[in-house]
Nanobody, 123 residues
Framework: EVQLVESGGGLVEPGGSLTLSCKGT????????IGWFRQAPGKEREGVSCFDKGLYDIHYADSVKGRFTTSLDRAKRTVYLQMNSLTPDDTGVYYC????????????????WGQGTQVTVSS
């Protein structure tokens, strides 16, 4: 079965950096997109970044372009999200997701989700 496990969250001051990781097993990259989502208290879940099916394209939310970078270690089946210049607005639970999606930032289209990892940006 498909399993996704996130790690790397924590507490960081504004302007700092964190790198999240997501190890995915039980699926083929040719079949499933791999996305990062986040959800802040009182807000809806939003897409952060995504590798398209087959890993041929990468998408970023406008709010994180130029600050966040996603990458993949194929051998380790691990997707990374490098987050720089963090602000309090980046606070939330970050989730890794996978599925045969059409719209990369539509959470409803993803079939599988990790447990989430908390990112808190605060002084």
């Amino acid at each position: 079965e498909v399993q996704l496990v996130e790690s790397g969250g924590g507490l960081v001051e504004p302007g700092g950096s964190l790198t999240l990781s997501c190890k995915g097993t039980g699926f083929r990259f040719e079949d499933y997109a791999i996305g990062w989502f986040r959800q802040a208290p009182g807000k809806e879940r939003e897409g952060v970044s995504c590798f398209d099916k087959g890993l041929y394209d990468i998408h970023y939310a406008d709010s994180v372009k130029g600050r966040f970078t996603t990458s993949l270690d194929r051998a380790k089946r691990t997707v990374y999200l490098q987050m720089n210049s963090l602000t309090p607005d980046d606070t939330g639970v970050y989730y890794c997701a996978a599925g045969p999606v059409v719209d990369w930032d539509s959470a409803e289209q993803y079939d599988y989700w990790g447990q989430g990892t908390q990112v808190t940006v605060s002084s």
